[in-house]
């Protein structure tokens, strides 16, 4: 008989990808744009929020590197560009607190190079 899934560790995981290219390589990298500071600081607002459940990690190439630094929030699978503090605290605040979006944000099926 098979045995129901266990349930999650987390109920959210955001992946920001801290990718680092050469300095000068044509596609650009995440790392290079800010994107390990943004982790870093994103880590620590979920934690001063309280957001329980929700893991922040850091991820390798997203593939998504011209428009980084990026991220995607599982289990919904939504990615965002963000490039400020200010843009955290609204994919934090919108997504994870409020479980909208932020949709000037979002990468979508458009946003491959």
């Known amino acids: 008989m098979d045995q129901p899934d266990p349930p999650p560790f987390f109920r959210a995981h955001v992946f920001v990808c801290c990718n680092r290219r050469p300095d000068g390589h044509k596609r650009g990298s995440c790392a290079a744009r800010g ?6 600081y994103m880590k620590a607002r979920a934690k001063e ?5 929700v893991r922040v990690n850091q991820a390798g190439c997203l593939d998504r590197c011209e428009f980084g630094p990026t991220l995607v929030i599982y289990p919904e699978g939504v990615w965002y560009q963000v490039r400020t503090r200010e843009e955290v605290d609204e994919v934090l605040e919108a997504h994870l607190v409020k479980g909208g979006r932020v949709p000037r944000l979002m990468l979508t099926e458009t946003h491959v190079a």
């Open 35 to 40: 994107s390990e500071a943004l982790r870093d």
């Open 49 to 53: 929020l309280g957001l329980k459940g």
